[in-house]
């Protein structure tokens, strides 16, 4: 991309304050794929020659990318794309029994390739029918079944998954979206209420039908903004638990 | 204060980081009453000069404040002790029917002075048996109960709000307890759990007694760092609703 092409980003979004249309334009360029997740970017000064546009107005584009996630500024090493969350664990909104230092497990109950109903389209941002993979997982502490999700992910990116042995899958996955995948969750919206569990959900839980539960709902975005995860996390009402500080 | 005491603050915490130790000694001026909530700080320049520091100490020692929450950067104007929270209502945990812009009733259902119970104490980080007021606060929106709240303060902080009718207070508590008790809260934490209505607090929400509740437990606190309020609020389950991102 030639640097009249970035000035043209910038000019075309004449409404928008000029620092807020150039971090969308530098944000084109890393959605482009000219710097990956985990790369440098050039420094500030050759960004605002390419740009043309002063040093300040630079920095507050910057900075503005900095607050939505997408880049990350390491203290005397530079500025950097950042490589997508790790995750935001289900398991940060319970406390089980037993030290919260212990790794949970992670069991495939059910993959399956279905078409998407009209919760999930709405959910994915899809069109109803398309096709999608449906994950059922079970997380366990201790061999004890705690959070049971059942998530679902669009065909097109995530054909890999519907290969070889889930059983040897990784308990984080994001990362393993990212590797098998290429996919880089960059951000998620989890959605906490209460409700109660269907009979088969309880079954999965060892607990009653109809015991009170705490379900998350998650919406996981890549880079682009595109919605590549859905996906609902029951657990035990009684071991919701969550902090939230205010300052 | 002069600034060899200034000085003597950095250099007692040999152990911490200079910037580190140097925020601390901010800090303490801010405590002292120096720069009251509101006020504007000296400038970057006289205050490296004032704690003989190099400018860009003092600049990671003030951004490690803003962190912190203590001061705040308005652009273009200066660096300002901020005046603390407003609130945080309880209202962000919960979706209640009705458009969300109307602003809840609060009334006042019981105001006692008594003596700290032992979990009261562990709370408020008093000795059990202090004088505390308890307030057992009720919120409405279009006359309908909503949440209920059951809060205790130390006494010594906020005597006069053992006086007059409690009908009159303001509907937002935290500018009331800094208008009339000189109280700034300044960092609130909130724990969100699940748990079920007792039949007295499940009269007041107009709820059957064992109704699923969320309860959410705050403890409060002023700008030294003591707990200056211990709150549980307790809501009717089904409409609970919290949003959390990740990036």
Redesign the interface.
Known sequence: MSSSQHLALVDASSGMRRYAALANALRARVVAGEWPPGSALPSENLLAAEHQVALGTMRRALELLVE??LIERIHGKGTFVRQG?AG?SMLRFFRFGGGGSEVPQSRIVQRQSVAATTAVARGLGVAPGEPVLRLLRLRLLAGQPCLLEEMWLPLDLFAPLTEGDPAGWDDLLYPMFARRCGVHV?????????GVLTAPQAAHLRLQASH?C?VVERSAYDLTGRCVEWRSTRGD??A????????
Chains 1, 2 share one sequence.
Do not use: E, W
Not at 186 to 194: E, L, P, S, Y
């Open positions: 939505q996630g969350i935001g960059h951000r998620a919206v989890d959605q906490i209420g209460f009170p705490v009402a009684h919701f638990h969550y902090q939230v500080t205010i300052t």
